[in-house]
């Protein structure tokens, strides 16, 4: 089973490593436009054969894209132009509704599978893959009706090879949840180190001082804009939606402090303080 | 060497296990209103003995205050109306500019040192304690002209003991910075849950979609208000400074999106990067 992977970067390396460790892949083919990326996953044994775009759609069961949602786009509607009706075509990005409404009239449709497996970490590119990197976390499939059950079938075995909870969810729906539960955290960290940037011009005493908890939070504002911008403009209305509420809450601790008022303080921590029942199941 | 610790929380009974492990101190004898607590300590080993606050004060050579900022203000000064000129004092709150200032004029001042152990999570109490909790953090401590010598030399012994690295900072400057680095990032956490349990009704999705990067940045949400109240009470205007700023860099987010400005939204981002390279050093 052969195998096509579009983007060799830290989600396309991570996935790649972990299916030749399972040995759920004869050989995986790669094609990314970052000749360096190329090299480096050829080096990590991540990926066995680099190939031009055309060869690998012809050479590949399965086409892999692991691409920023924009480029996703553009990619998905050229290699559903050019495979045929055995292939498979999956991406992986953090914005699904876009994604499949671009295709929804293609012929081939049902050849492609839209999902998200819900991992990440700040860094990006090959030599940030790891092996384990999905193990236990969410991999969503979004509106599997549109898809032909092999294709289903086969991105399923997949995920479970990599370990993950599938869950199945219209594609509009995964793009409000994930907005909440995944994008606006990014937006907050980059505000905060934006905030800290802005105000603490001892740069020394933020390395000093800075605290696991600050780490902790600050963390998620090194993510490279190419992939955020792009998820950020492709899901803008929920984004926003969540922004706004964001900063509506803020606004409470504000005017508790302002108004010294210690016991609504008190409430709005108490009430944030019952995310621990439902993070810690 | 007797230690007398007053709070056998996190952070007391975590500064105490690693004393005795050092063999830094001959007997830790501690004092806290909740039973419990003390009962929990003394199962752990993390202290000796169990006392009354005056039998406390009598045996111990130093005395640590281990408890939220607004009681550490109270305790502090009956302990300094206790001691003998030989005694020490010291606290360990995450706001040091009040606490200071409430001494300023006690006869004992100088057997007093205002220091700040740059480590927490979201967890309390002595279940939480654990013993290489400081490792390689900062411990600050404040306006060491005031304190005698040999009161900053012990000190500077226990942190040493504790693996931290030593700073020395004006009390006023130290709000300053952890409002900054610590205190701003619990209000984002606590925000940042009060708008995904505002918003999204759906509590189990929440939790199998939870990527680590949201429980990464919400994790301090988790953290309690007995701690948190006071500290944003006593740092009051720095926070709100602080927020304040936040919001205004939050709103060019807002702003970014919804005029599809995605070149601003692009050096947002790439200024928040800048992060990297001050923890990364």
């Known amino acids: 089973m052969k195998i096509g992977l579009i983007g060799v970067g830290l989600i396309g390396g ?14 995986i083919i790669a094609f990314d436009k970052s000749d360096v990326h190329l090299q480096t996953a050829k080096e990590r044994q991540i990926i066995d054969r680099i190939s031009s775009f055309e060869g690998l759609i012809k050479n590949s069961q399965i086409i892999i894209i692991a691409l ?3 480029a996703t786009k553009v990619v998905l509607l050229e290699v559903l132009d050019r495979i045929s009706d055995k292939q498979i075509v999956m991406d992986v990005g953090s914005t699904k509704h876009e994604i499949s409404k671009i295709v929804d009239n293609h012929p081939k449709r049902k050849n492609y599978v839209a999902s998200h497996p819900m991992w990440g970490t700040e860094h990006s590119g090959p030599n940030a893959a790891t092996v384990d990197a999905f193990s236990n976390r969410a991999a969503v499939i979004c509106n599997p009706e549109d898809s032909y059950d092999f294709a289903i079938e086969y991105v399923k ?6 370990d993950m909870n599938i869950l199945y969810m219209d594609a509009e729906k995964h ?13 907050t960290s980059y505000a905060l180190a934006n905030t800290v940037l802005e105000k603490e011009r001892e740069e020394d005493t933020i390395f000093q001082l800075a605290s696991s908890g600050f780490s902790s939070t600050v963390r998620l504002a090194k993510s490279h804009p190419e992939m955020w911008v792009p998820i950020f403009k492709q899901n803008k209305e929920n984004v926003l939606d969540v922004l706004n509420e964001h900063i509506s809450q803020l606004k409470k601790f504000k005017s508790a402090l302002e108004k010294e008022n210690f016991e609504f303080l008190e409430e709005l921590i108490l009430n944030a303080n019952k995310i621990r029942g439902i993070l810690d199941k």
């Not at 991570?14 to 050989?27: I, V």
């Not at 075995?157 to 990599?162: D, F, M, P, S, V």
């Not at 793009?175 to 937006?187: E, F």
């Open 157 to 162: 075995q997949i995920y479970e090879n990599l």
């Open 175 to 187: 793009d409000m949840h994930t907005a909440y539960i995944s994008h606006i955290s990014h937006i």
């Open 68 to 70: 920023p949602v924009e």
């Open 14 to 27: 991570s996935m790649a490593l972990k299916l030749k460790e399972k040995k759920f892949t004869s050989e």
